[in-house]
């Protein structure tokens, strides 16, 4: 089966492993990419965004949850983050990172929920305008913009300097001060119409029992994941330890379905999509698959 994720360290915990399964071919690519690459069949399965999931649904091509696995944060996120140069009740125009349409979301229904504000959004390549070799030169400000939202890890390896930008939200805080919920940015999710085929829907489960395995053997050691990983990706090892040692969720309990909920019902109240929309799971408790080796 092709399995399409993001290549960022908070993956780690989801994919490491796989790309030596059989079972399993992995496919890299940014996260507002995904669920057009599970659309369209080029991945069975992806590791896409919870609007992604949101917006399918008004198309003819709907995909479903799978709760397997997740990228999420039970308070501070670090790397979804909103810098603003003028106070944040003063903000008028945000330019998004192209990189996540969930965090562009939660971006907008915090700042109207919370600050009562409605700015335009600019898609904006932060890779472009923020790259780690210029990450920490205050002089370098050419073109800035008055407020930037920035997803991943060049959240860490490529911040613009807080001298520019001294008014900073963390979005997974603000969701946790807003709802007292853990929020859920991304989960594995397959096309829907898949799981209409019982040898399809049967590949499908069997691989979702396999993602959720290599999560929780990969939960078992974080501190390899860290040593494997941070230098590749840039991070300082403390840093990245506490990262998805201790702020990131990556398993998908009740509390997260009831946030992955919430959210979408509050993204319809404030106009952020045309209707409520229902989260639906697949049910993994009709199959068992064999656990993988690691690597």
């Known amino acids: 089966m092709n399995i399409a994720a993001v290549s960022y360290l908070n993956t780690a915990p989801l994919i490491q492993g796989l790309a030596a399964l059989q079972e399993t071919t992995l496919l890299r690519a940014v996260p507002s990419k995904i669920a057009e690459m599970v659309q369209s069949g ?18 003819p091509t709907p995909l479903t949850l799978i709760p397997a696995g997740m990228i999420g944060c039970d308070g501070p996120t670090l790397t979804v983050r ?30 109207k929920e919370v600050h009562n504000i409605t700015p ?12 780690p070799n210029n990450a920490d030169d205050p002089t370098d400000s050419n073109s800035e913009p008055q407020t930037l939202l920035m997803i991943g890890d060049k959240v860490v390896t490529a911040s ?16 946790h001060d807003l709802t007292n919920l853990s929020f859920v940015y991304a989960t594995w999710m397959c096309k829907s119409s898949d799981l209409s085929d019982p040898e399809s829907k049967a590949n499908i489960i069997a691989t979702a029992h396999i993602l959720e395995r290599t999560m929780l053997k990969n939960q078992t050691r974080i501190d390899w994941l860290v040593a ?3 230098k590749r990706t840039g991070w300082p090892t403390d840093l990245a330890q506490d990262y998805i040692g201790n702020l990131l969720r990556f398993k998908v309990d009740d509390r997260a379905k009831e946030s992955v909920a919430t959210f979408l019902t509050k993204l319809a109240d404030h106009d952020l999509l045309p209707e409520p929309v229902e989260p639906t799971w697949l049910n993994l408790a009709t199959q068992e698959a064999p656990a993988p080796a690691f690597t």
């Open 228 to 230: 494997t990983h941070a």
């Open 42 to 59: 080029e991945a069975d399965i992806g590791l896409a965004s919870i609007i992604d999931y949101a917006q399918s649904q008004y198309s």
């Open 120 to 131: 335009d959004f600019i898609d904006y390549d932060t890779r472009e305008h923020f790259p």
């Open 160 to 175: 613009p300097p807080a001298v520019r930008y001294p008014h900073q939200i963390d979005l997974g805080q603000a969701w």
């Open 82 to 111: 909103l810098f603003s140069s003028v106070p944040i009740n003063e903000i008028s125009t945000v330019h998004a990172d192209t990189d996540s349409h969930t965090s562009v979301a939660l971006c907008k229904l915090i700042l």
